[in-house]
């Protein structure tokens, strides 16, 4: 359990989160994914990335528990910048990265999707942010990668969900496939990336990050402050320590 990293086929890499019993990440396990994303990169060997997660859904976000566990700033200070490293690790990776979504990708899991070069989702995949029911911000600029404008500050304010099958048809997930075809379908799209140039594949990734519109390391940071701010105020202990009291129930 956790975090691995695998070799599929000629220059792909599989990377799995498993996390029971939500794929709730610690601190450490952004850390660890981060590290493995940047390894893979790094390799000369590699020509893709698959980013993928075992269990119920994709991804839940932060472990909001181990955060809750402590007194002090320094769950939340790890939180955010395990965060930061394994978003930044995504986008950074010196070979496309696609995620292969199933189940809920929220919170943090929508820093991941949304800074992927891809996403290939399952039919029962949902995407969002619960932040503001959880008192934080963040990950509003890799929302905002995935749906249009107003649905993005609509999804943040109302904490709504949307659906893989709504993000295919703003052309944001390019396929949705039954649950039981997820992983080949993203190694499918992995095999037709790995049999390009890999020399040009590299230099088309990096190209592709420096005409971004948004720099996103530093709009997602932008966005961190406030979740730090409201941690200060105390509404973040407020709406975190309900989360856990409802879960205990």
């Known amino acids: ?133 959880r008192g934080a911000l963040g990950a509003a600029t890799h929302l905002a990668r995935l749906v249009p404008q107003h649905l993005m500050r609509a999804m943040v304010y109302t904490c709504r969900n949307v659906t893989a099958a709504e993000l295919h048809a703003f052309g944001s997930v390019l396929e949705v496939v039954p649950r039981d075809r997820l992983r080949d379908a993203a190694l499918e799209v992995a095999a037709q990336i790995a049999a390009k140039d890999p020399q040009v594949i590299r230099r088309a990734k990096e190209s592709l990050n420096g005409i971004d519109p948004v720099d996103v390391k530093r709009s997602y940071r932008f966005e961190q402050g406030f979740t730090f701010e409201l941690g200060l105020t105390g509404a973040g202990d407020r709406h975190r320590d309900a989360f856990v009291a409802d879960g205990a129930k």
């Open 1 to 133: 359990m956790g975090i691995s990293a695998s070799s599929h086929g000629e220059g792909v890499v599989e990377i799995v989160m498993d996390a029971p019993p939500v794929n709730a990440l610690t601190v450490r396990g952004w850390f660890d994914l981060a590290a493995a994303v940047r390894e893979a990169g790094r390799d000369v060997r590699t020509r893709v990335v698959v980013l993928r997660a075992e269990g119920r859904g994709f991804n839940a976000g932060v472990d909001i528990k181990e955060m809750q566990a402590g007194s002090g700033f320094e769950a939340l200070v790890g939180a955010n910048r395990g965060c930061f490293e394994a978003f930044a690790a995504v986008y950074e990776c010196e070979v496309p990265v696609i995620a292969a979504v199933h189940g809920f990708c929220l919170g943090g899991g929508v820093g991941l999707a949304g800074n992927a070069d891809i996403v290939v989702a399952s039919d029962d995949a949902y995407f969002g942010l619960p932040e503001v029911e």
